[in-house]
């Protein structure tokens, strides 16, 4: 069975790979983020991430945890949309770029951009070895994912979560901001959540084959939760919406309350992701879902929170409850991963063969 997964991977065989990758990536700490974190400078504060796509949602992920634990200002932006239109900033001491591709001119010319004007310390973050791009860096973090052979990434996405995560680790135990003692006990809790990964892969199995009917007929999808989880919400948004091809948003709460509520109807599917973190948060959430449960009979929870639902509401997923809610996304992404893939699968897509394939050459893109 394995071997035949390597020699037909599949989205599906993708996902079941996040567990034992990323397992890799923690074992392999620190060496590979050290060696890519050698000469930065004493002090570095500002950090710049290009990426695009799904890389961009991945970077998006990591951000709060990354600013939190290592004190980082962390700015992000999209690769093409700042070699365009962005003011390059001299105050950067490291960027960090991200790609998947063999040849990307795009992030090599914002990469350039960005160096000129700060001369700051430049790491890729990759799956591909011995590029255009790893030739220009200063230091290149492998993502030990090897090339992801199907069009929509999930195994890339959590390697680039988890290792701009580890990034922030050690730089700041460099910086003499964790404890020896408080890098491992975040590696401790990375461990614990990397081992329940296989475990919430099968949990939203399951979930789907209870609501396979439901998810398979469903016109539209939103997901819902607290801003920590902005960048799990877009890569939901942009999953369900290259897969299953319908109308599909991810909303943080404070999005959804000021507009994004006024596009639910009947047949809505929602979900809503609840986490351990700020209490007033959660409450709010738990009254729109309280609200929107009045419109449309689907309403479903994913919950990381170790509580039982309120309500016997018999529409939850409950999943390893998670103590620190920047920790929470790397969890919280599977489930959608794993519906996005069912689902196409129920509706008759076949993800071998991607929707208007002349779309690039047509478009002229690259």
């Known amino acids: 069975m394995i071997l035949m997964m390597m020699n037909n991977p599949t989205m599906l065989s993708y996902i079941r790979r996040e567990q034992p990758v990323l397992e890799r990536l923690l074992t392999n700490y620190p060496k590979q983020i050290t060696a890519a974190l050698t000469a930065t400078p004493d002090h570095p504060q500002h950090w710049l991430i290009l990426a695009t796509g799904s890389r961009l949602n991945a970077a998006n992920t990591a951000r709060l945890y990354m600013q939190k634990t290592a004190a980082l200002q962390v700015t992000i932006a999209a690769a093409d949309l700042y070699v365009t239109y962005e003011e390059a900033d001299p105050s950067v001491d490291v960027v960090i770029g991200i790609s998947l591709k063999d040849d990307d001119p795009t992030m090599q010319a914002a990469i350039e951009k960005a160096h000129t004007a700060s001369q700051a310390h430049v790491i890729i973050v990759t799956n591909q070895k011995s590029t255009a791009l790893t030739a220009m860096a200063d230091a290149t973090c492998d993502l030990l994912t090897g090339k992801e052979s199907v069009p929509y990434i999930t195994l890339s996405f959590q390697a680039i979560v988890l290792t701009l995560m580890l990034l922030a680790v050690r730089s700041a135990a460099l910086q003499a901001r964790l404890t020896e003692l408080a890098v491992n006990q975040e590696l401790d809790e990375f461990s614990f959540l990397i081992e329940s990964m296989n475990p919430t892969v099968q949990r939203a199995n399951d979930f789907y084959r209870k609501f396979t009917i439901d998810f398979t007929n469903a016109p539209q999808f939103t997901a819902i939760g607290a801003n920590v989880l902005a960048g799990t919400l877009t890569e939901m948004q942009a999953k369900f919406t290259e897969i299953l091809r319908v109308p599909t948003h991810g909303y943080s709460l404070a999005s959804f309350t000021h507009g994004g509520f006024m596009g639910t109807h009947e047949d809505h599917c929602q979900f809503y992701l609840e986490i351990n973190t700020d209490p007033a948060v959660m409450t709010q959430l738990q009254a729109v879902k309280t609200y929107e449960s009045r419109l449309t009979p689907y309403i479903y929870t994913i919950s990381l929170t170790g509580d039982q639902p309120t309500v016997n509401d018999d529409q939850t997923l409950q999943l390893e409850a998670v103590a620190d809610p920047y920790k929470?996304?790397?969890?919280?992404?599977?489930?959608?991963?794993?519906?996005?893939?069912?689902?196409?699968?129920?509706?008759?897509?076949?993800?071998?063969?991607?929707?208007?394939?002349?779309?690039?050459a047509a478009t002229k893109l690259k």
Do not use: T
């Open 328 to 360: 929470a996304p790397l969890l919280a992404i599977i489930p959608f991963q794993v519906l996005a893939w069912f689902i196409a699968k129920s509706r008759g897509i076949n993800l071998n063969h991607p929707m208007y394939a002349d779309f690039q």
